[in-house]
T-cell receptor
Framework: GENVEQHPSTLSVQEGDSAVIKCTYS??????FPWYKQELGKRPQLIID?????GEKKDQRIAVTLNKTAKHFSLHITETQPEDSAVYFC?????????????FGKGTKLSVKP | DTGVSQDPRHKITKRGQNVTFRCDPI?????LYWYRQTLGQGPEFLTY????????KSRLLSDRFSAERPKGSFSTLEIQRTEQGDSAMYLC?????????FGPGTRLTVT
């Protein structure tokens, strides 16, 4: 079955710096890759997603890139702010995201120091 | 609040007891998912419904676990003969097209 590896497990940056989180997946049939942000004690919330027919997607300070050949995708956060501090999870699905389960990575705890 | 809701938010039970959790999805969503999340880990898929049909179950869902969605609206997850290893956050999510929206979760502690 699908396996998603996520690195690093913890990341500390200064406010205003960029943060990059990387994930690899094993199943070449996976075609949907969302990123979720989970603040302490709260539910996971989707922040951005990308499908396998797209190489890059941006939404303000957040971007995701996908390399299907290498089977890895990355989250890029620019101009980080203290409120970006949270645990970020990548996930993969071969069902387009809504028709089956997501396989999650183990998460990256991002700390943004003011 | 029109988001996904779960009840109860916290449950403490003794080993061997049965527990039942409820999830109310966003009203127009026909797909409903259950995940389990332990400390320091990402959510792990348990099971998935489309309307009232249970279409997929994880190997994590032992025979002590059962889930239902009788009318295609709310869903229940029951754990029989709870074990300490069942202690976790149980998350429900729903979707209609693309994004899976998560509920706040039910935190289960088995003593």
């Amino acid at each position: 079955g699908e396996n998603v590896e996520q690195h690093p497990s913890t990341l500390s940056v200064q406010e205003g710096d960029s943060a990059v989180i990387k994930c690899t997946y094993s199943d070449s049939a996976s075609n949907y890759f969302p990123w979720y942000k989970q603040e302490l004690g709260k539910r996971p919330q989707l922040i951005i997603d990308i499908r396998s027919n797209v190489g890059e997607k941006k939404d303000q300070r957040i971007a995701v890139t996908l390399n299907k050949t290498a089977k890895h995708f990355s989250l890029h956060i620019t101009e980080t702010q203290p409120e970006d501090s949270a645990v970020y999870f990548c996930a993969a699905s071969k069902y387009g995201g809504s028709q089956g389960n997501l396989i999650f990575g183990k998460g990256t705890k991002l700390s943004v120091k003011p | 609040d029109t988001g996904v809701s779960q009840d109860p938010r916290h449950k403490i039970t003794k080993r061997g007891q049965n527990v039942t959790f409820r999830c109310d999805p966003i009203s127009e969503h026909n797909r409903l998912y259950w995940y389990r999340q332990t400390l320091g880990q990402g959510p792990e898929f348990l099971t998935y419904f489309q309307n009232e049909a249970q279409l997929e179950k994880s190997r994590l869902l032992s025979d002590r676990f059962s889930a239902e969605r009788p009318k295609g609206s709310f869903s229940t997850l029951e754990i029989q003969r709870t074990e300490q290893g069942d202690s976790a956050m149980y998350l429900c999510a729903s979707s209609s097209d693309t994004e899976q929206y998560f509920g706040p979760g039910t935190r289960l502690t088995v003593t």
